[in-house]
Each structure stands twice: as structure tokens, then as C-alpha cells.
């Protein structure tokens, strides 16, 4: 006995991408669980019992700490205008997708070459492509950040 998919009722409850980006909770779990991967993954990288597993690893967590970091730095403030992680970065809702999109294909960046690699060969496309989709990653979230700095910049500068 085959069941149907209601295509229209799983798609009324997944989260909208703007309502998540737009959770003040995001924040701290993006700024200490992001630092936490990449302090994790750095000293292990770093630790004297180094092996090739140890270094996959250690660029696993940074690969996945960083775009974590990136997205809860992009998170609203929270509600408490005292609290720990009320740092005075507030984005627009564009800027925080801009942040998003780019922290997702940082994060793919890896998993491409994991993925695609043993199937091609690791031949020079696949590095390429990680390498694009990193580098493009990495502009998107420059751009969201660089975009709200330029926008406090333009608001504090007194007019002449």
C-alpha cells in the first residue's frame, strides 16, 4: 500500500531561510560552536601525535567551525542589550543570506573534493572547483560583512 506525499503540507512546515537567519539564538551558538571546531581542529593539528586521520579531521572542524562562526557573527543581536554576545553587528536580512550562502558553499568546498574526487581521479578539475567554491564562498560572506561596515561608516560620518 503506496502513500502519497503531500509535496504542498512538507512544504508549509520547513522553516523559512530568512525566519532562521533572523533567530537571535543563532548567535551564540554560532560564535562559541564555530571557535570551539576551529580551537579543536587547530590543536589538533598542531598536537605532537600527528597522522594523516588527525589532520583530516582538524580540517573537517575548521571547515565546518568557520562558516558556523561566520553565520552566528551574522545572527541579530540578541534581545539583552548587555548580554555577552551583543557585539553591534546588526546585518540586513540580504547581507545575513549573502553571509549564509557563502558559509554553505565554504562548507561544500570539502565534501566537493571528498565526493568527486575519488570518482575522477582527483584530477586538477575537482581541486578546481573546491577551490571556486570556496573563493566564491568567501566572497559572499566578505560581502555581507563589508557591505554592513560600509553602511555604519556612511551613517557615522557627519555631513558637511
Known amino acids: 500500500m503506496a502513500r502519497s506525499l503531500d509535496v504542498g503540507h512538507v512544504s508549509e512546515t520547513l522553516p523559512d531561510l530568512n525566519t532562521f537567519l533572523a533567530d537571535p539564538r543563532l548567535r551564540p551558538t554560532g560564535l562559541v560552536g564555530g571557535s570551539s571546531l576551529v580551537v579543536v581542529g587547530v590543536l589538533l593539528q598542531i598536537s605532537p601525535w600527528n597522522s594523516f586521520w588527525s589532520s583530516v579531521v582538524a580540517g573537517v572542524l575548521v571547515f565546518v567551525g568557520v562558516p558556523l562562526f561566520c553565520v552566528g557573527l551574522a545572527a541579530p543581536e540578541p534581545e539583552k542589550p548587555d548580554g555577552l554576545f551583543t557585539l553591534g553587528i546588526e546585518l540586513t536580512p540580504d547581507q545575513r543570506r549573502a553571509v549564509a550562502t557563502g558559509s554553505l558553499l565554504v562548507l561544500v568546498s570539502p565534501i566537493t573534493v571528498a565526493t ?45
Not at 584530477?123 to 560600509?150: D, E, K, P
Open 116 to 160: 568527486l574526487g575519488p570518482l575522477f581521479d582527483f584530477a586538477t578539475g575537482v581541486w578546481l572547483t573546491a577551490a571556486l567554491l570556496a573563493l566564491t564562498g568567501s566572497v559572499l560572506i566578505l560581502t555581507g560583512f563589508l557591505a554592513w561596515t560600509s553602511r555604519r561608516l556612511g551613517e557615522s560620518t557627519p555631513s558637511r
